[in-house]
């Protein structure tokens, strides 16, 4: 506001400026008795020195009892004559011309602290004051986020402006600001959700990388699915199921199987088998792939409508409030140049009333921006709810395509390899092997074959194993879609 005053001469506070101030401030039985003889400062303990064209602070240490004082609307270029007042509680220094955070070392019972709108470009010598609670520092020069970091130890800090300064612009600053301020509940006039403080706290807790690489994370969101160098099919949910890889993992530690594969039918059986089971895991993984994709594009237009909703929602704002201050601008400048108190009276009664409209139309912009995000969030659960529900559904037994599934193969490839196993044993018993090819047959073969208990558990416990990996394998896509 202290560019209203350009054609005004600056002033240094003063005993006749603290006098009138303090008798503006008494009650009117008590301006009199103020007027006829000096007051006692020591027991003022409020002070109101805005719009007072002050380029200097001085000549206060006399108030030592203040609690709180208000220079706002000045041309105060540095903080300073401030060390005796160590009482006070609340001190406006916004729409000045400051450009350091200094003078505050003895302020220790400050609980309410405005600097906004100044030229400050750090956050910093605020250490002594343990008490503060509320601190707007917005529309300054602040641009290096971190700086933030050192509020930290200001232990009961509740609510932070920060708006308008360059780093507000930055990706992540909200989340990173909340992160490092854990006990804040209003910052940049809204309130901080205590689920995302549990959240970022939670990661953070988890690793000793730095915030921003947790942040990162967060700022993905419930289904942004972008990678940072990991595969495609990782994000899909259908790794390993890309062309053998499902079936050497079932079959790549099974010894028995590949010791049996010296009897020819077995060889045969073997040899048919991995092409239909690899056949059956590539359409599964394609299948993944597709509804990957689904899930993408959802997310994709859920996340360019709410930037839609929230910019012309922003836009809007910026359109009164900047109709706003040019109305109240020329009223301002009318109300300088009024004539008479009732032309004055009048001015400032229609601002009053401006600023209730103002009020009005940007809580009714809040009201809508609400019920727009509302419903696009209901639309986005449902149709989520679809995609992810679809994906279960067809992956709850590992995708039955053509009424086939993985488990139908595996349970038909032990039952072949049962009846051929029990078909040579019968005919080792009956001895019925061709003498040429019983000799073929390996020790360990034959090993194998001696004791039908043995052969019969071993194939399948084996068997066993594998419906395992499969059921695993089912398990694994499903807990992540649904953490999804």
Same mark, same amino acid.
């Given at each position: ?12 506070? %003063? ?15 008590? /301006? ?41 609307? @000045? ?29 505050? %070392? ?29 601190? *707007? ?42 992160? =490092? ?7 940049? !006039?809204?309130?901080?959700? =205590? ?5 970022? =706290?939670?990661?953070?807790?988890? *690793? ?40 050497? @993992? ?21 040899? $048919?088998?991995?092409?239909? !089971? ?9 299948? /993944? ?17 709410? +930037? ?18 040019? +109305? ?9 140049? $009024? /004539? ?5 009276? *009048? ?8 600023? +209730? ?14 019920? %727009? ?40 490839? +032990? ?37 039908? @208990?043995?052969?019969? @558990?071993?194939?399948?416990? *084996? ?22």
């Amino acid at each position: 506001m202290s560019q209203f005053f350009s054609n005004v001469e600056p002033n240094i506070i %003063d005993d006749e400026m603290i006098q009138k101030a303090i008798e503006e401030k008494c009650p009117e039985d008590l /301006g009199d008795l103020a007027r006829q003889q000096n007051t006692n400062v020591k027991v003022v303990t409020e002070l109101q020195l805005s719009f007072k064209s002050i380029l200097q602070i001085a000549n206060l240490w006399p108030l030592e009892n203040l609690t709180k004082l208000q220079l706002d609307n @000045n041309f105060i270029e540095k903080i300073e004559g401030l060390e005796s007042l160590v009482h006070l509680v609340w001190l406006d220094l916004s729409f000045n011309n400051i450009e350091v955070i200094e003078g505050l %070392d003895t302020l220790a019972k400050l609980q309410d602290l405005s600097l906004y709108s100044n030229r400050i470009s750090k956050i910093e010598h605020m250490d002594t004051l343990q008490e503060l609670q509320i601190f *707007s520092i917005g529309r300054n020069n602040l641009t290096i986020l971190e700086d933030v970091v050192c509020l930290r130890r200001l232990k009961n800090l509740r609510t932070l402006n920060l708006s308008g300064n360059p780093f507000c612009s930055k990706e992540h600053y909200r989340l990173f600001v909340v992160a =490092h301020l854990p006990n804040l509940v209003y910052l940049d !006039f809204k309130l901080v959700r =205590h689920s995302t403080v549990r959240f970022l =706290h939670s990661l953070i807790g988890k *690793s000793g990388n730095s915030i921003l690489q947790s942040l990162c994370f967060v700022a993905l969101g419930a289904g942004s699915l972008q990678k940072s160098g990991s595969q495609k099919h990782t994000t899909a949910f259908v790794e390993y199921l890309n062309g053998s890889l499902l079936f050497d @993992n079932l079959y790549g530690e099974d010894r028995e199987v590949a010791t049996l594969a010296s009897i020819p039918a077995v060889e045969d059986l073997l040899q $048919a088998y991995p092409s239909w !089971f690899v056949l059956l895991s590539e359409n599964l993984y394609n299948y /993944g792939l597709e509804e990957y994709e689904k899930r993408e594009t959802e997310v994709s237009k859920f996340y360019k409508r709410f +930037h839609e909703i929230l910019t012309v929602n922003q836009q809007e704002s910026k359109r009164i409030i900047s109709d706003f201050e040019s +109305h109240n601008q020329r009223r301002l400048d009318e109300l300088y140049q $009024a /004539g008479s108190d009732d032309i004055a009276e *009048s001015k400032r009664a229609q601002g009053k009333e401006d600023v +209730h409209q103002l009020w009005d139309a940007l809580m009714t912009l809040e009201v809508l921006v609400s019920n %727009d995000l509302e419903e696009l969030l209901q639309d986005f659960k449902r149709s989520i709810d679809v995609i992810a529900s679809t994906f279960i559904e067809t992956i709850q037994g590992i995708y039955p395509f053509h009424s086939i599934q993985c488990r139908d193969l595996e349970n038909e490839q +032990h039952e072949k390899l049962m009846e051929i196993i029990n078909a040579t044993m019968k005919k080792l018993e009956e001895e019925e092997f061709e003498e040429n090819l019983e000799d073929d047959l390996p020790d360990d073969v034959r090993k194998l074959l001696m004791d039908k @208990n043995t052969i019969v @558990n071993t194939i399948n416990m *084996s068997h066993h194993i594998r419906l395992q990996k499969i059921d695993k394998r089912e398990s694994d896509m499903l807990c992540n879609i649904y953490k999804w």
